[in-house]
Nanobody
Framework: QLQASGGGLVQAGGSLRLSCTAS????????WGWFRQAPGKEREFVAILRWGRVNTDYSDYVKGRFTISRESASDTLYLQMNNLKPEDTAVYYC?????????????????WGKGTQVTVSS
C-alpha cells in the first residue's frame, strides 16, 4: 500500500516536496512514478523513476521544475516541485510497479497510492 504526503497550499513560485512510502514493500526496487489529476481533467503522467542509475523522465509541463528521486535509507520516493504554477494544482498520486523498466512506462501500474492535494495560488 502506498501513502503519499506533503501536499498543501503554496503561492505561485513556491516549492513543495511530496513523499511516498510503501507499507509492506519497498521503493528501492522496481519502477515508480507520479501522476496528477486536476478538477475536471483526466489524470496525467508527471514523472517516472525507472530501474537503473538516474533513469528519469518527465512530462513537458513539469520538466525543469520537478525532480523525482528515491532515498534508500528512508525507503521513500520523492517529488520535489519548484517554481510551482497555478496550473499545477491537482491531486498527486504516487504509483509503483515491481517490474523493472529501463525505458518506456508500464502500460498499467500495480500500485496506486491515495492522493495528496496540491493547491497553488496566484
Amino acid at each position: 500500500q502506498l501513502q503519499a504526503s506533503g501536499g498543501g497550499l503554496v503561492q505561485a513560485g513556491g516549492s513543495l516536496r511530496l513523499s511516498c512510502t510503501a507499507s509492506g514493500g519497498t521503493v528501492s526496487s522496481g519502477t515508480w512514478g507520479w501522476f496528477r489529476q486536476a478538477p475536471g481533467k483526466e489524470r496525467e503522467f508527471v514523472a517516472i523513476l525507472r530501474w537503473g542509475r538516474v533513469n528519469t523522465d518527465y512530462s513537458d509541463y513539469v520538466k525543469g521544475r520537478f525532480t523525482i528521486s528515491r532515498e534508500s535509507a528512508s525507503d521513500t520516493l520523492y517529488l520535489q516541485m519548484n517554481n510551482l504554477k497555478p496550473e499545477d494544482t491537482a491531486v498527486y498520486y504516487c504509483v509503483g510497479d515491481r517490474r523493472k523498466y529501463y525505458n518506456g512506462r508500464p502500460p498499467t501500474w500495480e500500485y496506486w497510492g491515495k492522493g495528496t492535494q496540491v493547491t497553488v495560488s496566484s
